[in-house]
């Protein structure tokens, strides 16, 4: 399948309507439903727990695709899968044994997702390629939605598809995805698209026809 899926951030949706928001968005094209769980501790921002991951689950019926911005990963990977993560991406920066932590996430009968943040280099994740289904290139400095998309990582995605080679291994962007960035990082490899403030803009579980838009102009 080599179609182009579009992952929405609930970061940037209504917080106090989770189960309309993700319908809504569900309803208007999203691929999948990313969620980002950040710590203040690994990034300068907090998020959600497994609990409200648990609550978000039961109004998703496409893939729910956790993005832990968190560090320690492992203590916490059984409660993220019992709150029904499809996948679980943890970032190599958040540890030194990530190759223990993708195989502690597959022993939990989750997808396995790894991710680098913008000053990371590719090198990091080169010896656990076969424990991933999934690289997520971060293209801003994680912790918040609305910033600008750092460029430089265009090429690292060029690399990393050519490093995949055959493997079924997706390439994720998250940061700074708008109809302008969307096609520089298609181009170079990537196959799923993050998408916060591009995609909640402008709408609202009252005009969720804008959600539609907005997805189909990424
Ligand atoms: C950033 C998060 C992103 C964020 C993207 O730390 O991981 O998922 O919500 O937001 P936008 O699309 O607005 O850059
Ligand atoms: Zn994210």
Redesign the pocket.
Same mark, same amino acid.
Request: aromatic share 4%.
């Given at each position: 399948d080599h179609s182009i899926k579009i992952a929405p951030?609930i970061?940037?949706a209504d917080f106090a309507n989770f189960g309309g928001e993700i319908a809504a968005i569900e309803a208007q094209g999203a691929d999948w439903v990313?969620v980002?769980v950040?710590d203040g501790h690994f990034?300068p921002n907090l998020t959600f727990g497994p609990p409200l991951v648990k609550a978000i689950r039961k109004h998703v019926t496409t893939f729910m695709d956790v993005?832990l911005?968190i560090a320690p990963v492992d203590p916490y990977i059984d409660a993220f899968a019992e709150a029904g993560s499809d996948m679980i991406t943890a970032h190599v920066e958040a540890g030194p044994h990530i190759h223990r932590t993708l195989q502690a996430i597959r022993a939990a009968d989750c997808k396995a997702g790894v991710s680098l943040n913008p000053g990371t280099p590719l090198e990091s994740i080169a010896h656990v390629l076969d424990l991933v289904d999934m690289v997520l290139i971060?293209t801003?400095n994680? *912790?918040?939605?609305?910033?600008k998309f750092i460029p430089s990582q265009i090429d690292k995605v060029r690399r990393l598809r050519a490093m995949i080679g055959d493997r079924p291994i997706h390439i994720q962007i998250?940061?700074?995805?708008t109809p302008q960035t969307a096609p520089m990082v298609v181009e170079a490899g990537a196959d799923v698209l993050? $998408? *916060?403030? $591009?995609v909640f803009m402008g709408g609202s579980v009252d005009s969720p026809g804008v959600y539609g838009e907005n997805i189909a102009a990424l």
């Open positions: 951030s970061l940037s990313h980002d950040m990034v993005h911005m971060m801003v994680p *912790g918040f939605g609305g910033q998250d940061g700074g995805m993050v $998408a *916060g403030s $591009a």
